[in-house]
Each structure stands twice: as C-alpha cells, then as structure tokens.
C-alpha cells in the first residue's frame, strides 16, 4: 500500500477533492478495504462488448477484497471527473472501487505546456491527499501529466490515460494515429509517444479546435468533426488504429468507429483496462534505478499532505 495520501489533477481533465460532488460509492478516508461492496461506482452488469471484456480481464479479488482504485483528474473541472466516472461506471467489477480525484489548483482544462506543468503538481499533491489506502492510480488525464513523478512517488501501480492507449493500438499491429481536441496538443503528444518508445509506431496527431472540455460541453455536435478528423489521418497517414484522446471524449469512440474504418480506441476505457490489470498483478516496485523511492527531502511552500510523501522514507 501506498503510505502516501491522493494524487491531484489541473483543470479540466480532472480535480481532485476531498469530497466528490454527490458521488457515491467512495469509502471515508480510513474506510476498512475488506468491507463487502456498495453500490454506485461498483461493477454493474453490462451488455457484451470488446472494451468491456478487456476491461474486465484478471482474476477477481479474494472473497471480500475490495480493490480501491484512485481516479485522478488533474483538471480542476469536477464535471470532467464526474464524466470519466459515468464512463467507467458499467466497466467496473463488483470487487472494485473507484475513488475519485480532481485537480485542487491549475487550469480548468489542460490545453498546454505550461498548464500540463502545473498539472503535474496538482497530480502530485492529489495523490498526497487522497491515494491511502488504494491499489492503484488511474491518472485519468490524457497526456499523462505527472505520470513518471507519480510512478516514482508511489509504491502501487500508476497508470497514464495515454500510455496505456498508445500501449494497447501498438499492439493491434500496425501504425496508430491520435485525434485530440486543442490544437497546441500535436507537438506534445509526438514527444509524448517517442518517450514511450512508440514514435515508430505513430502515423499523426490530427487536432481539432475545440478542446475536450469544448467536446465534452456537445458531444452529439462533435460526432461528425471527430469522425472526419479520424478518416483524415486514415486516408492520408496511413493509421489502421485511431485513438481519440482525452477524458473530455470519453465514451465517443463507439459512436465515431462506424464512421471510419478501421478501430477506433476510446482513451478513458484503455486506461481502465490497464489499471485494472495492474492492480490485480501489481508488478514489484524497483528498488533501484529512477523509478524506485526517492530519498526524503526537506520542502517549502507545498500543502502538508505532499511534504510529508516527500519528506518520509
């Protein structure tokens, strides 16, 4: 278990709080991890679906476990949190529980270097704040902001929105596109997947003007611009996967796919699967190297939840 508290998340891709706007299905801060499951945020029955079945993959828990999985938005819009979470909902096991987490400070939605730098911190003291007790981190931000210093910080699983989407389209074979709203995210996300060792493997980053907070305000008006963006890159990159990026799409790629032509994978839900598996097969923390605990040191000016992650070892 991480001894730390919950990570944070900059605005508009998530926000973390300490408690969710009328949320229901998260445990109280010292909650018993063994209790049996509630409703809300709990698995629900579901009809058959690809994403759903990957989602699902893994042994379940011990009879009575209960896996707490932190959702962290470092967006600081709570309307962005809430959207992942409705997303989520369906996909969840009964044995899983979702704690949710938006950005305390930063940008309403992330659209920027300088904003994803803030977000960065605002994850960190997020997962400070609100991460006790948990099994894994869903850093549920495309872009993954924070995502190595979160990894470094914490001894359970942390897994990025878009590393585990760009992890999951490598591995259908062939070269992948992104389609993203905010029209600054194109260099980033280039830099972002040739840091996963995938830059071989990307066919474009095609970005549409409006921003996924934009998106998520009308996302019956944006079917048609996501699914133009998507063909675009089909036909001239040469993409036999697509992406759509971002918490603010989420839910979208099925409604888009029949419009494109080849598969289209949705962001928040490749994410989940990955930070399902993971917290099911948790994999050793190094004890070396840049991923292991980092030595205690002394801060100023931080909140008191992320000094004292920083300053205990």
């Not at 872009?143 to 591995?171: F, H, N, S, T």
Request: proline share 8%; glycine share 12%.
């Amino acid at each position: 278990m991480q001894p730390g508290q919950g990570a944070s998340v900059p605005d508009g891709h998530c926000h973390g709080m300490a408690k969710p706007l009328s949320l229901r299905g998260v445990h109280a801060e010292n909650a018993d991890r063994r209790r049996l499951p509630r409703k809300s945020w709990r698995g629900k029955a579901q009809r058959a679906r690809p994403w759903a079945r990957a989602a699902r993959a893994g042994p379940p828990s011990p009879v009575g476990t209960i896996l707490r999985i932190l959702v962290l938005n470092p967006n600081t819009s709570p309307e962005m949190t809430e959207l992942v979470l409705r997303v989520l909902a369906p996909l969840t096991p009964a044995d899983v529980e979702l704690v949710p987490a938006t950005g305390r400070f930063g940008a309403r939605y992330i659209s920027s270097r300088s904003a994803g730098a803030i977000a960065g911190h605002a994850a960190l003291d997020a997962f400070a704040e609100h991460g006790a007790g948990c099994d894994a981190v869903y850093l549920a931000c495309f872009g993954d902001p924070g995502l190595m210093a979160l990894k470094e910080v914490a001894e359970i699983p942390v897994i990025g929105m878009a590393e585990a989407a760009c992890r999951q389209a490598a591995l259908q074979g062939g070269r992948f596109s992104i389609v993203t709203g905010g029209e600054r995210w194109g260099p980033i996300l280039t830099e972002f997947t040739a840091a996963l060792g995938l830059d071989g493997r990307l066919a474009a980053v095609e970005t549409v003007a409006p921003t996924g907070g934009d998106i998520a305000a009308d996302p019956d008006g944006s079917i048609a611009l996501l699914a133009d963006a998507c063909r675009r890159t089909v036909e001239r990159d040469g993409a036999q996967a697509v992406i759509l990026g971002g918490a603010g799409l989420a839910g979208l790629a099925a409604r888009v796919e029949p419009h494109v032509g080849v598969p289209v994978i949705c962001s928040v839900q490749a994410g989940f699967a990955a930070v399902l598996d993971a917290a099911r097969n948790p994999p050793r923390k190094p004890l070396q190297g840049d991923l292991a605990l980092p030595a205690a040191v002394p801060t100023i000016g931080l909140s008191a939840g992320l000094a004292r992650l920083l300053g205990q070892r």
